[in-house]
């Protein structure tokens, strides 16, 4: 059965790190496409990070580019977001999916993204 967990959330001050893990199974990993999205309180969910199956297209959100830099292992079936220079902006509950269908995918929205993990949150205060 196709699973996506997500860990590595929690607590974090301003300025520091974290780094996200997505674990994947119950499909051909090296064949997805994997993207990282977030939503906020009050605010409508975003893509965060996208990188297509032979890693040839990796988009990042206007806002983290420079801080957060998404990677995968296929041999392990794993995919990782990380984040550094954290800001209180950044709180939100991410979100790792995979798409089947990389070719019509859109990482500003998860638009045909198939298969989503329950979440992890993230939160930068003081």
């Known amino acids: 059965q196709v699973q996506l967990v997500e860990s590595g959330g929690g607590l974090v001050q301003p300025g520091g790190s974290l780094r996200l893990s997505c674990a994947a199974s119950?499909?051909?990993?090296?064949?997805?496409?994997i993207g990282w999205f977030r939503q906020a309180p009050g605010k409508e969910r975003e893509g965060v990070s996208c990188m297509d199956d032979s890693d040839s297209s990796i988009q990042y959100a206007r806002s983290v580019k420079g801080r957060f830099t998404i990677s995968r292992d296929n041999a392990k079936e794993m995919a990782y977001l990380q984040m550094n220079s954290l800001k209180p902006e950044d709180t939100a509950v991410y979100y790792c999916a995979v798409s089947t269908f990389f070719s019509a995918s859109v990482c500003e929205t998860g638009l045909h993204y198939d298969y989503w993990g329950q979440g992890t949150q993230v939160t930068v205060s003081l």
């Open positions: 119950g499909f051909i990993f090296d064949n997805v496409a």
